[in-house]
């Protein structure tokens, strides 16, 4: 397993894998799978957002293979740049339960840690997604909040936790 924060060159590599992590997991996701299909340019787009200052993305690599990742994305604001989010945690599922999600949160929050003046990290995560909670718990996020009907697909509501960890 490598873990590697991901530039332009990764592009085509984390499209193929967001488009997985969409129709694998829409109820997990703000984006839509058929969202993600009608954009234009989207491989040029996503080298554009991999090399933005402020934003990170972590790919975890087995044998040359993209199988896994976790995006921090810092505030820009003068009063809000002491906080970070985390977005698009996703490991394919025949490579989970193999302490990748965790190796992809402990590089994104050790990067927080040594990023000047990030105090806290925010994420937020489906209610239903036991797995990913109990991950993010145990990385030392705590709940601060519940968002109810976060997000609808299919005329099911999905309410998301929002947490918190302070560096």
């Excluded at 332009?8 to 703000?30: C, V």
């Excluded at 989207?42 to 040359?64: D, H, K, M, Q, V």
């Excluded at 906080?83 to 927080?112: C, D, Q």
Aim: aromatic content about 10%; glycine content about 8%.
């Amino acid at each position: 397993m490598e873990i590697i924060l991901l530039n332009e060159t990764h592009a085509e590599d984390y499209w193929n894998l967001r488009l997985e992590m969409l129709k694998q997991s829409p109820e997990n996701f703000g984006s839509s799978y058929e969202e993600a299909l009608k954009r234009k340019n989207p491989i040029e787009r996503i080298a554009e957002r991999l090399s933005y200052e402020g934003s990170f993305t972590f790919g975890c690599f087995l044998r040359n293979q993209l199988v896994g990742t976790v995006t921090m994305v810092r505030e820009e604001g003068l009063k809000m740049n002491h906080k970070a989010s985390i977005y698009a945690m996703y490991v394919t599922p025949s490579h989970r339960g193999k302490g990748l999600a965790r190796g992809l949160m402990e590089a994104a929050v050790n990067l927080a840690k040594k990023t000047n003046g990030i105090e806290q990290l925010l994420i937020t995560v489906v209610t239903t997604n036991q797995t990913a909670r109990g991950l993010y718990h145990s990385c030392g996020f705590k709940p601060y909040g519940t968002e109810k009907r976060a997000l609808k697909q299919n005329g099911e509501y999905y309410d998301e936790e929002l947490m918190v960890l302070f560096l």
